[in-house]
């Protein structure tokens, strides 16, 4: 089974960025969007059978990521202040405190629920609770494999190495008790 369900899309990756800032109460960083990425993605896939962003998954050292995500909001990527992308009204990212990046919500920009489907919606509210945990937590969350099923699925990865969607879905229903065949079947045809 594939990491990578569709391309990695840009936009909609800057949607869901501006959605995470109007509600996560602070300004989301790096980390923050590319946790929530994965985890919105996670969710949808097991809903839906599709992520809503997309993304070659890969097994990072500080989690699971998306090598495009991380790219397109990289320090070295970015012009201090710029605004990428089709959110020109919307919002930019930039850095700040040297090598941190963050999205900053534009004043009076403002998210409309309505551009998102129920099941996109549902997807982020769960992966928002995920990013509101604490440091060690969210370490814990994303890499160690007696704590979560992410962090099952990221450390039987190689380094480096793609995390394919099975060890997730199997992970999450081991730990859950659920029975998402279906779901991996739906994945599998590339549905």
């Known amino acids: 089974m594939p990491a990578q369900l569709i391309p990695f899309n840009e936009y909609q990756f800057d949607r869901c960025a501006l959605w995470l800032a109007k509600k996560l109460g602070k300004t989301p960083t790096q980390y923050d969007l590319i946790k929530f990425h ?3 993605d996670i969710y949808h896939v097991l809903e839906c059978g599709t992520p809503v962003i997309g993304g070659a998954i890969a097994k990072w050292p500080l989690g699971p990521a998306v090598e495009k995500a991380y790219a397109r909001i990289s320090p070295s990527h970015i012009n ?7 959110l020109k009204a919307r919002g930019c990212y930039r850095t700040s405190r040297g090598t941190i990046c963050e999205f900053v919500a534009r004043d009076g920009a403002a998210v409309d629920e309505e551009e998102f489907s129920a099941s996109e919606v549902s997807a982020m509210e769960k992966a928002l609770k995920i990013i509101e ?15 979560s099923f992410v962090g099952k699925a990221w450390a039987g990865a190689c380094i480096s190495g793609p995390i394919d969607w099975n060890s997730i879905i199997d992970a999450y229903d081991a730990e859950n008790g659920t029975d998402h065949s279906a779901i991996k079947e739906i994945v599998s045809l590339g549905v």
């Open 38 to 40: 994965i985890m919105t």
């Open 80 to 86: 201090p202040g710029s605004v990428i992308g089709l």
């Open 133 to 147: 945990l604490d440091w060690n937590s969210s370490q814990a969350f994303f890499h160690d494999p007696q704590k």
